[in-house]
């Protein structure tokens, strides 16, 4: 069974910085992509950012250069550094991952950016 477990969120003001984690079991971590959504309240889920088992990464326009993911295959984490933090990315942030053809998410973990 795939576990996924965020956490790292919290309120954070206009212009500063989160790094959101997600701890994984289950599953062969290193052959694995991850992905962060993200859901606002009243918004669809979108997809944030994507790490692929090779390091490629793929990023949503409106983070890209200011949000890095990462991974850490020894560890079975997943990161998602969040720099230049505005309002507008306040939302519920979910780790996910597309492995052996089954999505699985994370429980999900509040990011709130405001002063």
């Known amino acids: 069974q795939v576990d996924l477990v965020e956490s790292g969120g919290g309120l954070v003001q206009p212009g500063g910085s989160l790094r959101l984690t997600c701890s994984t079991s289950g599953m062969r971590f290193n052959i694995a992509g991850m992905d962060w959504y993200r859901q606002a309240q009243g918004k669809q889920r979108e997809l944030v950012a994507s790490?692929?088992?090779?390091?490629?990464?793929e990023y949503a326009d409106s983070v890209r250069g200011r949000f890095t993911i990462s991974r850490d295959n020894a560890k079975e984490k997943a990161f998602l550094e969040m720099n230049n933090l505005k309002p507008e990315d306040t939302a519920v942030y979910y780790c996910?991952?597309?492995?052996?053809?089954?999505?699985?998410w994370g429980q999900g973990i509040q990011v709130t950016v405001s002063s």
């Open positions: 996910s991952t597309n492995y052996l053809n089954i999505r699985n």
């Open positions: 790490i692929t088992s090779g390091w490629n990464t």
